[in-house]
């Protein structure tokens, strides 16, 4: 079987990481996999083990050149079937090539922001079957029209192995300047509007009153960075909120924080949350889209309702107050995600839709 990839995030971000994952569960199980995306992107760096690379310019959502030039690939290398991972104009005009040179097209669906109805019934058609990374993208698509038997839920997964290794949580803290034994939340994740950055930078004058010595790490890169970075300032916060941009080492430090902050509007899964989870770390997210389905609120952590930023200062001080309770969600969440959340359970979801839609004698 020969399946053809399309990424077009340009960072190993969640979803592009996603897409490494299943890149490598499926060589391992005998697929020859091709791989489009940006050329320079991090994914074309990283995945040359387990993928033929092709750099393909990808502009977004204007770049209508996308569609010949993916028929073009598709027309000299013969894939069987065509997956689309991402947006940004690689769904609809990957799903015009697929179209254009008649092969079975399906659709990762990551996010879980409503469309307008028409727009589903008439740009799914492109696509044979939409794979979603959670239930709740899954009912979003339902209940804008789609045919149950079109849509199905492959949950994203996290190789787990990295963030089982211990962490020096002394040495971590005095690499960044801080007191070692000073409470460290963090937030992992793109600086983008409904990532829910200012939920918590409002929430966080209420957190350091009982916890003065807390600090606060925002890891990830985005357009909202230079706003970001001024009203940390404009509220007197640079000394306590560190911006950390994009890390490699991430498995090595995220053990080493006390909470995870993730209070989103939207969000498909959340794969910082597995990440986090993996680590021992209790989390602290919205109750939106799929993040329910990742954070098991009471147990793993603690849900709030999207925006609620009284919600997430009384959640971060009952964690911060508790460090029992923080090792026990710690303990309950690694444990959660070593069972129901494996790279090898979404590599075989994937799979299988592959071979529904080819037939039992799929190639």
Same mark, same amino acid.
């Given at each position: 079987?020969?399946?053809?990839?399309?990424?077009?995030?340009?960072?190993?971000?969640?979803?592009?990481?996603?897409?490494?994952?299943?890149?490598?569960?499926?060589?391992?199980?005998?697929?020859?996999?091709?791989?489009?995306?940006?050329?320079?992107?991090?994914?074309?760096?990283?995945?040359?083990?387990?993928?033929?690379?092709?750099?393909?310019?990808?502009?977004?959502?204007?770049?209508?050149?996308?569609?010949?030039?993916?028929?073009?690939?598709?027309?000299?290398?013969?894939?069987?079937?065509?997956?689309?991972?991402?947006?940004?104009?690689?769904?609809?005009?990957?799903?015009?090539?697929?179209?254009?040179?008649?092969?079975?097209?399906?659709?990762?669906?990551?996010?879980?922001?409503?469309?307008?109805?028409?727009?589903?019934?008439?740009?799914?058609?492109?696509?044979?079957?939409?794979?979603?990374?959670?239930?709740?993208?899954?009912?979003?698509?339902?209940?804008?029209?789609?045919?149950?038997?079109?849509?199905?839920?492959?949950?994203?997964?996290?190789?787990?192995?990295?963030?089982?290794?211990?962490?020096?949580?002394?040495?971590?803290?005095?690499?960044?300047?801080?007191?070692?034994?000073?409470?460290?939340?963090?937030?992992?994740?793109? #600086?983008?509007?409904?990532? !829910?950055?200012?939920?918590? $930078? +409002? =929430?966080?004058?209420?957190? &350091?009153?009982?916890? *003065? %010595? @807390?600090?606060?790490?925002?890891?990830?890169?985005?357009?909202?960075?230079?706003?970001?970075?001024?009203?940390?300032?404009?509220?007197?916060?640079?000394?306590?909120?560190?911006?950390?941009?994009?890390?490699?080492?991430?498995?090595?430090?995220?053990?080493?924080?006390?909470?995870?902050?993730?209070?989103?509007?939207?969000?498909?899964?959340?794969?910082?949350?597995?990440?986090?989870?993996?680590?021992?770390?209790?989390?602290?997210?919205?109750?939106?889209?799929?993040?329910?389905?990742?954070?098991?609120?009471?147990?793993?952590? #603690?849900?709030?309702?999207? !925006?609620?930023?009284?919600? $997430? +200062? =009384?959640?971060?001080?009952? &964690?911060?107050?508790? *460090? %029992? @309770?923080?090792?026990?969600?710690?303990?309950?969440?690694?444990?959660?995600?070593?069972?129901?959340?494996?790279?090898?359970?979404?590599?075989?979801?994937?799979?299988?839709?592959?071979?529904?839609?080819?037939?039992?004698?799929?190639?």
């Amino acid at each position: 079987m020969k399946v053809l990839h399309v990424e077009s995030g340009r960072y190993l971000y969640g979803g592009a990481r996603q897409v490494l994952y299943i890149l490598e569960g499926l060589k391992a199980r005998g697929v020859d996999n091709l791989l489009a995306c940006p050329p320079g992107s991090d994914i074309a760096k990283a995945a040359g083990a387990a993928a033929q690379v092709f750099e393909v310019p990808m502009a977004g959502d204007a770049d209508v050149g996308l569609v010949l030039r993916l028929r073009r690939l598709i027309q000299r290398e013969r894939p069987h079937l065509v997956h689309l991972h991402s947006r940004r104009g690689a769904d609809l005009f990957g799903g015009l090539a697929a179209r254009w040179t008649g092969l079975p097209c399906v659709l990762s669906r990551r996010v879980d922001n409503p469309e307008p109805r028409w727009l589903v019934a008439l740009k799914y058609r492109l696509f044979d079957h939409v794979i979603t990374i959670s239930e709740g993208i899954r009912q979003v698509l339902l209940d804008e029209g789609l045919p149950p038997a079109r849509v199905s839920c492959v949950r994203s997964a996290v190789d787990p192995a990295p963030y089982l290794v211990g962490c020096d949580r002394a040495a971590f803290r005095r690499g960044l300047g801080i007191a070692v034994d000073a409470p460290v939340a963090a937030m992992v994740a793109q #600086l983008i509007e409904r990532k !829910g950055h200012r939920h918590v $930078l +409002a =929430a966080l004058p209420r957190v &350091l009153q009982p916890h *003065p %010595a @807390l600090h606060l790490l925002i890891f990830g890169r985005g357009p909202l960075e230079r706003a970001l970075r001024e009203a940390i300032a404009a509220a007197g916060l640079a000394s306590r909120v560190h911006l950390m941009g994009f890390v490699d080492d991430l498995p090595a430090r995220l053990g080493c924080i006390d909470l995870l902050l993730h209070p989103a509007d939207m969000e498909g899964l959340g794969v910082s949350l597995l990440q986090a989870a993996a680590a021992g770390v209790p989390i602290v997210a919205s109750r939106a889209g799929g993040m329910p389905e990742a954070v098991e609120d009471g147990v793993t952590g #603690l849900l709030i309702a999207p !925006g609620d930023v009284d919600a $997430l +200062a =009384a959640a971060t001080i009952r &964690l911060l107050d508790d *460090p %029992a @309770l923080r090792a026990r969600m710690g303990e309950a969440g690694r444990r959660r995600v070593l069972t129901e959340f494996s790279v090898d359970t979404m590599c075989e979801g994937n799979l299988a839709v592959y071979r529904r839609l080819l037939g039992k004698a799929a190639p």
